[in-house]
């Protein structure tokens, strides 16, 4: 199989929400969009295609790294009922600009707001959760080593 069959094999096994399967365009997108993940173009993806659940999208991922077209470093992360796929390493660097540089901004898209809002990056509850983050990430990196 070619690996746009695979890529497109693991995403209509694993991410159908009831009767709902991804196209094949859309199983290719999401193909792109991991592969730029995996290569640290970018730091992450939410997982928003279909109503699959974060359990899905780690069978997804972990057959695509058990077929090799992805690397067995990419996390699949559940926040709140969010499914995300990310790259420990970029996302710790990203993260680690946070401190560094100040020059990284932060928008919060929380629920509760009536619209999206820009954040201070410097407040003491962020801080925080940034540098629980890190830690978490960093334990990542040390597993894999």
Same mark, same amino acid.
């Given at each position: 199989m070619?690996?746009?069959?695979l890529? *497109? #094999? $693991? $995403? +209509?096994?694993?991410l159908?929400? =009831?009767?709902?399967? %991804?196209? *094949?365009?859309q199983?290719?997108d999401?193909?792109?969009? *991991?592969s730029? /993940?995996? %290569? =640290?173009?970018k730091? #992450? %993806?939410l997982?928003d295609?279909?109503? #699959?659940?974060?359990?899905q /999208?780690q +069978?997804?991922?972990?057959?695509?790294q058990s077929?090799?077209l *992805?690397?067995?470093?990419?996390?699949t992360?559940d926040l709140?009922g969010?499914a995300? @796929?990310?790259n420990?390493?970029?996302v +710790?660097?990203?993260v680690?600009?946070?401190?560094?540089? =100040?020059g990284v901004? /932060? @928008?919060?898209?929380r629920h509760?707001?009536?619209?999206p809002?820009v954040?201070?990056?410097l407040?003491?509850?962020?801080?925080?959760?940034?540098h629980?983050l890190?830690?978490l990430? +960093?334990?990542?990196?040390?597993?894999? #080593?």
């Amino acid at each position: 199989m070619s690996a746009q069959e695979l890529f *497109v #094999a $693991a $995403a +209509r096994e694993c991410l159908s929400a =009831g009767r709902k399967s %991804l196209s *094949v365009p859309q199983s290719l997108d999401l193909a792109a969009q *991991v592969s730029a /993940v995996d %290569l =640290g173009l970018k730091p #992450a %993806l939410l997982y928003d295609s279909n109503g #699959a659940g974060a359990d899905q /999208v780690q +069978r997804y991922l972990s057959s695509l790294q058990s077929s090799q077209l *992805v690397s067995k470093s990419l996390l699949t992360l559940d926040l709140n009922g969010n499914a995300l @796929i990310v790259n420990p390493v970029t996302v +710790r660097t990203n993260v680690e600009q946070l401190f560094h540089d =100040g020059g990284v901004s /932060v @928008i919060d898209v929380r629920h509760s707001l009536e619209k999206p809002a820009v954040a201070d990056p410097l407040t003491e509850e962020l801080k925080s959760m940034t540098h629980d983050l890190l830690l978490l990430l +960093r334990g990542f990196e040390l597993k894999e #080593a």
